[in-house]
């Protein structure tokens, strides 16, 4: 079974090869061209939007989609039955296993580069979580392949981890910063408000020199993209925000209830096609209060019905939007302590996640048992919306299409 | 009893030989045996107090051994010697027992004697050392917690009021948590510059009201800072590998990933025999940072009562009258220590006094910062914030809620309490009816 996850899937169905045919050519037609080459006219999207929740920071099974222990109902009794889930989802199945980190960083790298890779933080910081990836993640594929605004290929971020904000792009010299996706969190708001307070004259003086010197490093953060100022329907979507929450920070949602609410708002007003929703809270269960990782996925499934009410409300979302879930990585099930849940150490059980796919053009009500990779996602993804992640290592998950 | 001290000394010295060769072969051969039942002793809470106990009543002989030793006698007199010739002494000739009287042997003389048995006697003498180290133990850890489970309560709450509010992000009242907690950290640098000594104080003194004297102690801290720092640091170097033992089986499918699935009968019985050896080192740890402590309070003394800062009338009646037998007390000359010592005391302004505390605080502040460590590596939630093993009961046994209930341990141990103090009240309220009855007989059958 892990050869046949890396292996070409061997009758591709006719919607995938449609798809990969068209998004294939546009990849070959753009891909010697390189960051700093004119794009070519690419053709215009009209695959279906993808909404990518990463249940995280690390869940297992058990308390997912286990219907007798689940804490995530909405997930588990409504949502499985619409769609494939893949319950025996691995992080690195590889034999020999190529032995990666079973992290949120990580994880959520692995699923949208199709590839497993041994990451170190960029500035060598202990525990640090600044990773570059060094092959294009789904956003860069799909933007070049096709004619998508950046606005519409989004990372819906946290809080507590800025670091993950940066893995809107890659590193390769083929792809890299002209394909990113953009980034909606609440750090970016934060930016967006200090430049827009410094602009209309709130401050003088020495103040005025220290909000300056905290923007620098607030915009220093997010250096591969050199200072390249967000687009206008970014500047709008903050605009909104800033009128309807304030800018104490202390009336709109907060945690992974933030989250939900920005990814919301950006389906009403950035109209996205592949957005990612990081998922967050449940991580606080290293602090050692079971109830925090219980809540947090409980918070998380309350977020997933939020945005599929919004979804099958919206004409255009409504049966043209496929949702993926899958946990950026397990956590480990260590009967020897009281708190079992860490994940840092590669216990079995940190690799063991899940996945579920639903939507337009995935089969419905299934259940698959047998063991697949977190890294075929990725190449899913590209069947799915019709380009080709070349540099992905796995195969798609072939019994998730119709 | 006065037999012993009026007996000839030349008999004495003629059992003198024999007696340490038996006790030599006896101690060889009992102290693994003394080590497992210790071991065994810490796996509980009330074990634990009874381990307390016994450490108090070893520091006891050490610190008088201490004395005895500066007080130049060696030449004249063995220890054994001058311990044997004062009856209130006489028990500390042998380290304590764990569980018999001290000198068992006699209560069955006793017996041959007066050629009756004397059942309750016999009885007492069976579980005296037992009875008397779950006591002293009782008294100590209580007196411990009074100064140290206020700072560890606030931690634990700090802990648990900040991560609550951090995964809620509540950002107005963001500061509750930290302030707990480093109030607790605060709190718990301050006890643990007096509470190595106050310990000690009340295990040579036997008497619990001791420890609070602060006066004397912050006394006996203040001739002693160099060494309060040493032995501040010798409890967070100590504390590690402790600490480390405490953490390793949330590790223990990483090593050996077979027990990833283990049922909760395999994980009982594995951590089971991981404590139990565990034990070892804590019972080390345990012993050998009071054993050092003890050493500080012994030299302390003599140097407060040197400077005249510790007044003869400030000491118990044993102590007093030991020191005096010692003739230690009134000022007699003294070693001046050793050239460090003195070239260290003479240039320790009150600045140096300044920077020597500061350090001693950074020290125990490392000490704090180790159990913050290994509470995010492996969460212990009420007794790893409230019990410290090395400063408090040391009791090492954290098994996880899926295999035994954590607070068990606990509710015992309140109830086994209660238990003792309604019999001690029922036997309280015999004895005056005794007295009463033997004052006025036939009262009961008018």
Known sequence: ?402 | MSEPASAPPERTSRARLPLRVRWSFWRIVLLPLQLLWAMLLVQSLIGSLVVVGWTYRLIRRSVIKRWWAQSGRQSGETFVDFLSARPDLKSHSRWPNWIVEQDFSSSWKEVDDSGRWPGGRLLKSLFHSLGLNLKLGLQAVANTWVLTLPACALWLFGWHAGWINSFTKGYESASVGPLIGWSGVLLFIVVMMYLPMAQIRQAVTGEWRTFYQFTLISTLIRHSPLQCLGLALLYSLTSFPVLVLKTIPGYLPQINPALTDADPARVREILNGYFFWCALVVLAGFVFLRWVAGRIYASAVLRARRSGDLERSQLVGSERRLLEDLELIPLRALSRGNWLRRVVGQTLGSVGRLIVVGLTAAVWFSFVVQIFVFQFLTYQSGIGWLNQPLVQAPWFRYLPASVANPWGPVIVFVFLILIALVLRAAWGWLDRLRVQERLSPGTGSR
């Not at chain 1, 050519?25 to 061209?33: D, K, M, R, S």
């Not at chain 1, 709008?236 to 920070?249: K, L, N, T």
């Not at chain 1, 992974?256 to 920005?262: N, P, Q």
């Open chain 1, 1 to 402: 079974m892990k050869a046949s996850a890396r292996e070409a899937p061997a009758i591709p169905r006719r919607r995938f090869l449609k798809r990969l045919v068209a998004g294939a050519g546009a990849v070959v037609g753009t891909a010697n061209l390189g960051v700093l080459a004119q794009p070519r006219q690419r053709p215009r999207y009209e695959g279906p939007n993808i909404i990518i929740i990463r249940f995280g920071g690390g869940a297992r099974r058990r308390e997912s989609i286990d219907p007798a222990h689940t804490f995530s109902p909405y997930l588990c009794h409504d949502l499985v039955p619409r769609g494939v889930l893949f319950k025996n989802m691995m992080i690195d199945s590889f034999q020999p296993p190529k032995g990666v980190d079973t992290s949120h960083g990580q994880g959520t790298l692995y699923i949208l580069t199709g590839k497993y890779v041994k990451y170190r933080d960029v500035e060598g910081q202990f525990l640090g979580q600044r990773f570059e990836a060094p092959v294009p993640t789904v956003f860069e594929y799909l933007r070049k392949s096709f004619d998508i605004p950046d606005h519409e290929t989004l990372i819906v971020n946290g809080e507590d981890r800025t670091a993950e904000e940066f893995y809107n792009f890659s590193n390769h010299h083929l792809f890299g910063v002209n394909y990113r996706s953009q980034t909606l969190s609440l750090f970016r708001y934060k930016t967006y408000l200090l430049r827009r307070q410094i602009d209309a004259g709130l401050w003088a003086g020495a103040e005025l020199e220290q909000k300056q010197k905290e923007l620098e490093t607030m915009e220093a953060v997010d250096y591969r993209t050199s200072g390249a100022p967000d687009s206008r329907e970014i500047l709008d979507f903050w605009g909104r925000w800033r009128s309807y929450y304030g800018e104490s920070g202390l009336v709109n949602p907060r945690g992974d209830r933030l989250l939900t609410e920005l990814a919301v708002r950006a389906l009403r007003q950035l109209r996205p096609k592949l957005m990612m929703v990081n998922y967050n809270d449940c991580d606080y269960v290293h602090w050692g209060y079971m109830s925090h990782y219980t809540r947090g996925i409980s918070i998380m499934d309350l977020g997933i019905r939020q945005i599929m009410r919004a979804v099958e409300a919206d004409e255009e979302y409504r049966d043209n939007t496929i949702l993926v879930v899958v946990p950026d990585c397990g956590r480990d099930s260590n009967p020897f302590v009281p708190v079992p849940c860490q994940h840092h150490f590669g216990s079995r059980s940190a690799h063991e996640i899940f996945s579920l796919l639903m939507g337009p053009g995935i089969a419905r009500g299934q259940v698959v048992d047998h063991p697949v990779d977190q890294t075929q996602l990725a190449s899913t993804i590209g069947a799915l919306m019709g380009f080709e992640p070349a540099y992905a290592e796995a195969a798609p998950l072939e019994e998730a299409f119709l």
